[in-house]
């Protein structure tokens, strides 16, 4: 299985709303991370997590919050955010901490109302 | 902050012909990847070249890279419809754990029938 699996794929929210992405992967890879992606821009790294640990935080707003649950899974938590944040969001995974080749997922259009 | 830069932004050309992008980036890096992304779905990898590695085949692209003047380019030859996309080259800088990917501004390219 290669595949990245993310969901929902169309999330509408809110301002006030509490929701969260999902991300699954079966590759056994150790590294994941979150992407946002505004149109016809490239992808903006967001977090990192190695060995389920999080291990790059690029000051990302409160309002994000992740959380790996375990070695295949990864959250992202919303809350109370802003229009501004209408985006899609792309998850990945890597074999590991260093320079791999990174696998996308499809990932999630989130628009917030 | 973004260090790549892509040029052309936007590509059109024909079924058969020859297509080439280019990428700029400011640090000194571990590795380049490019990547393909179809209209508002997940990034694909295409090739990954080593910075100690000048140019790298696969299939019907062929990736330069030149360190000295830190540039990089995609050659992809008799292009298909199929290739319609936008491509992005993404860099790891030197001295990290090659986690941090760093996205190019991306080329769109357009493959006409």
Same mark, same amino acid.
């Given at each position: 299985?290669?595949?990245?699996?993310?969901?929902?794929?169309?999330?509408?929210?809110?301002?006030?709303?509490?929701?969260?992405?999902?991300?699954?992967?079966?590759?056994?890879?150790?590294?994941?991370?979150?992407?946002?992606?505004?149109?016809?821009?490239?992808?903006?790294?967001?977090?990192?997590?190695?060995?389920?640990?999080?291990?790059?935080?690029?000051?990302?707003?409160?309002?994000?919050?992740?959380?790996?649950?375990?070695?295949?899974?990864?959250?992202?938590?919303?809350?109370?955010?802003?229009?501004?944040? $209408?985006?899609?969001?792309?998850?990945?995974?890597?074999?590991?901490?260093?320079?791999?080749?990174?696998?996308?997922?499809?990932?999630?259009?989130?628009?917030?109302? | 902050?973004?260090?790549?830069?892509?040029?052309?932004?936007?590509? $059109?050309?024909?079924?058969?012909?020859?297509?080439?992008?280019?990428? $700029?980036?400011?640090?000194?890096?571990?590795?380049?990847?490019?990547? #393909?992304?179809?209209?508002?779905?997940?990034?694909?990898?295409?090739?990954?070249?080593?910075?100690?590695? #000048?140019?790298?085949? $696969?299939?019907?692209? #062929?990736?330069?890279?030149?360190?000295?003047?830190?540039?990089?380019?995609?050659?992809?030859?008799?292009?298909?419809?199929?290739?319609?996309?936008?491509?992005?080259?993404?860099?790891?800088?030197?001295?990290?754990?090659?986690?941090?990917?760093?996205?190019?501004?991306?080329?769109?390219?357009?493959?006409?029938?």
């Amino acid at each position: 299985d290669t595949e990245v699996t993310q969901t929902p794929k169309h999330l509408v929210m809110g301002m006030t709303n509490k929701k969260s992405l999902k991300c699954e992967q079966h590759m056994g890879h150790r590294a994941m991370y979150w992407y946002k992606q505004k149109a016809k821009k490239p992808p903006e790294l967001m977090f990192v997590y190695s060995y389920e640990k999080l291990s790059i935080n690029e000051s990302v707003p409160s309002r994000f919050s992740p959380e790996c649950p375990n070695s295949s899974l990864l959250n992202l938590h919303l809350h109370a955010l802003q229009p501004e944040d $209408s985006a899609l969001y792309l998850c990945a995974s890597s074999p590991g901490w260093k320079a791999y080749e990174q696998y996308f997922g499809p990932g999630t259009r989130l628009t917030v109302t | 902050s973004q260090q790549g830069e892509e040029d052309p932004q936007a590509l $059109s050309i024909q079924e058969g012909e020859n297509a080439t992008m280019n990428c $700029s980036y400011k640090t000194s890096i571990n590795n380049l990847q490019w990547y #393909r992304q179809n209209s508002g779905r997940g990034l694909v990898h295409l090739i990954l070249i080593r910075s100690n590695e #000048r140019e790298k085949h $696969s299939g019907r692209l #062929r990736v330069t890279l030149d360190t000295s003047k830190k540039s990089s380019s995609l050659l992809i030859t008799a292009s298909r419809a199929a290739d319609t996309a936008s491509y992005f080259c993404a860099t790891d800088a030197l001295g990290t754990s090659g986690s941090r990917l760093t996205f190019g501004e991306g080329t769109q390219l357009t493959v006409n029938p």
